[in-house]
DNA sequence: AATCGATGGTTGTATTTAGCAACTCGTGTG
DNA sequence: CACACGAGTTGCTAAATACAACCATCGATT
């Protein structure tokens, strides 16, 4: 077996591990905002704002489950909806204050893990890893 | 921020776009076996047979867990129980040949579009990339 | 202007995955 | 022997998700 096919195989082995635990880990250090939860609120506070079928597309959601992540969003008090006045269909999703203090303190907390995780690794390292990460999920991107 | 940070953001970034697809990804692809059962039956078929109880540890699911998804694999013919005659308590449980079957061709067709997914990678990008992986979910085994 | 198809969103229903708690049954140790 | 422990199962619950049916609004066409 040529060195690229094992490669590929550990590429594939180490991707499944991490996403099995991903979820479940993330649930772990952050009970008050689950991995997706975060991720669309992250969505919306990058984003400046965005409708619920851009976050759907955007992460390849049902429209329906968007819809009861972001009620549940509301709910906490975390996002609040602008009906948009040039069409009432749509409403605009922004974090709320209290929202964005919550995501900057997850965000902080599980930065300071990956900072951890990636303690002793050296600069170029860490560089070239995020480079590969990108172009590997840019593909993906385009398969999927 | 130094350029250390703006890597690690990255990273995280990455990471969990990754995650947060994966599963939904591998139910599409393969609706025969989720991706929780694809890897149990595979760890059966790496270790040539173990207990439930190891499973559970390995993976941190709950045993309860575990005890369903064996169950859902053995109803379909996938995986065996074998009682160990020196503890009656302990099922040591091993892939069929038809769930060898069944894993093999899983395995073949995700390696498939791994391949596709990183085909116009180098060969020393495919091996970093691989190392790094491998390296950080060492350490996250670690603290986790 | 009335209508109709497309778009944004919600709700009903079902499935999957998971954890926790309570249980059974066998093992081994005081 | 009694009792704690370990392996596994089962009852219950909750979360996340998909699919389908639905409602409201918009925009274009007649």
């Given at each position: 077996?040529?060195?690229?096919?094992?490669?590929?195989?550990?590429?594939?082995?180490?991707?499944?591990?991490?996403?099995?635990?991903?979820?479940?880990?993330?649930?772990?250090?952050?009970?008050?905002?689950?991995?997706?939860?975060?991720?669309?609120?992250?969505?919306?506070?990058?984003?400046?704002?965005?409708?619920?079928?851009?976050?759907?597309?955007?992460?390849?959601?049902?429209?329906s489950?968007?819809?009861r992540?972001?009620?549940?969003?509301?709910?906490?008090?975390?996002?609040?909806?602008?009906?948009?006045?040039d069409?009432?269909?749509?409403?605009?999703?922004?974090?709320?204050?209290?929202?964005?203090?919550v995501?900057?303190?997850?965000?902080?907390?599980?930065?300071?893990?990956?900072?951890?995780?990636?303690?002793?690794?050296?600069?170029?390292?860490?560089?070239?890893?995020?480079?590969?990460?990108?172009?590997?999920?840019?593909?993906?991107?385009?398969?999927?």
């Amino acid at each position: 077996m040529p060195h690229r096919d094992t490669s590929i195989e550990t590429i594939q082995q180490e991707m499944t591990a991490f996403a099995r635990r991903a979820r479940a880990s993330a649930a772990r250090m952050h009970p008050e905002l689950s991995l997706v939860s975060y991720t669309l609120l992250a969505h919306l506070d990058d984003q400046h704002g965005c409708r619920a079928t851009d976050l759907a597309a955007h992460y390849l959601l049902d429209k329906s489950t968007v819809s009861r992540q972001i009620a549940a969003l509301e709910k906490l008090g975390f996002v609040e909806r602008r009906v948009d006045p040039d069409d009432q269909r749509v409403q605009v999703l922004h974090p709320t204050k209290k929202g964005a203090e919550v995501l900057a303190n997850v965000t902080a907390s599980r930065r300071q893990a990956f900072h951890e995780r990636l303690a002793d690794w050296d600069g170029g390292d860490l560089d070239r890893f995020a480079m590969y990460l990108q172009r590997y999920n840019a593909a993906q991107d385009r398969l999927d």
